[in-house]
């Protein structure tokens, strides 16, 4: 095994608040051990296009609170091809790079885990994405601070929703996962929770509800993720709302501001963790890992038992407590 000495860093899939807390930690890890830094901006499209610049410790000060992506990203089609890969490695070898950090979600690892067999460059990946739903790590970077944004406009949403006795339908991001959908849900006290990973029938929806409005709640609020069965907050408010004609009911879409604002400290400390572990395991020689925490411990993964397991599993027991609580 040759010893890596160029670092190639990238950001890829959607952006998440830690990712550059997490550039930060894996560019100073890896100048402290004497390597070369390059920053691959929009993620593997930079490697298709040759976007690359030499990083020092001053490209990333100042950054470690900052929200997005300094390297940016992007989601990449033409990754997907083998021309397309074979580009991105022609570019990447042309620059000297030998190792690569990949920061990002699912695609992310699938991506890295294809290049990485096909033309034997060793990756190691760090999960970043507000989902929370990648297997081999209890926490991906964004989701604390995404939560914790639901939250706060919950809260808002609460005030008014209070003020006018309203019924309100929020709608969450989280395509395929309900984790931010059903912990935000229950840190909001919600009435009641709409998830991907389970059907939930508008009749049986109802029954919640007059639940709530028999009583006399001041306001109701349904957190809906963007994935659920029945077609996301709007169709599920037309819905309802036929048969709650007393209330008057509206829709918040939070959609993106999900995605932006500064780190929490947890996610902070946890990309500089994981940044820091993704580094010292590329250098040590480990490829096709993913580094994520177990418990308050940083462990490797590979990658292709992340991406064949199913990390979030939905709790039948908490779904059960919503509606307990919220009576
Ligand atoms: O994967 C993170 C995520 O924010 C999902 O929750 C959401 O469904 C998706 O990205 C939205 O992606 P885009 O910004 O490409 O529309």
């Not at 020092?56 to 989601?75: D, E, P, Y």
């Not at 690892?109 to 190691?124: D, L, M």
């Not at 297997?135 to 944004?149: I, P």
């Not at 490797?300 to 064949?308: C, I, R, V």
């Amino acid at each position: 095994m040759q010893s890596i000495k160029k670092v190639g860093i990238f950001t890829s899939g959607g952006d998440a608040p830690g990712m550059n807390a997490c550039i930060r930690a894996s560019v100073r890890t890896a100048l402290h051990a004497g390597k070369s830094v390059v920053g691959v901006y929009h993620g593997y499209q930079g490697m298709i296009d040759s976007n690359f610049e030499e990083m020092s410790s001053r490209s990333v000060s100042n950054i470690i609170q900052l929200g997005g992506t300094i390297l940016k990203t992007a989601r990449c089609k033409a990754f997907r091809t083998k021309e397309g890969r074979q580009q991105a490695y022609d570019n990447i070898k042309t620059a000297g790079i030998d190792g690569l950090i990949a920061i990002g979600g699912d695609g992310t690892f699938t991506g890295a885990e294809i290049f990485s067999r096909e033309h034997n460059i060793p990756v190691v990946c760090i999960p970043g994405t507000i989902d929370n739903d990648l297997y081999g790590s209890d926490f991906t970077l964004g989701y604390d601070t995404a939560t914790n944004t639901v939250i706060e406009a919950i809260d808002k949403i609460r005030d008014t929703a209070a003020s006018h006795d309203r019924l309100f339908f929020v709608e969450v991001m989280g395509r395929d996962s309900g984790c931010i959908a059903l912990n935000a849900g229950i840190a909001g006290g919600a009435e009641a929770i709409l998830l991907p990973e389970k059907a939930t029938a508008i009749q049986d929806l109802c029954s919640q509800l007059e639940i709530a409005a028999k009583g006399n709640k001041a306001s109701t609020i349904v957190i809906v993720a963007e994935g659920e069965k029945n077609g996301g907050a709007y169709n599920v408010a037309k819905a309802v709302k036929d048969r709650f004609d007393f209330y008057d009911t509206k829709v918040t879409i939070l959609g993106h501001l999900q995605r932006g604002g500064s780190p929490s400290s947890f996610d902070r400390v946890l990309a500089s963790r994981l940044g820091f572990a993704a580094v010292r395991h590329l250098l040590a020689g480990s490829t096709r890992v993913m580094v994520g925490l177990w418990g308050n411990e940083i462990r490797t993964t590979p990658l292709e038992e992340a991406l064949n397991n199913k990390a979030f599993k939905l709790s039948e027991d908490m779904l059960e407590m919503v509606e307990v609580l919220s009576i």
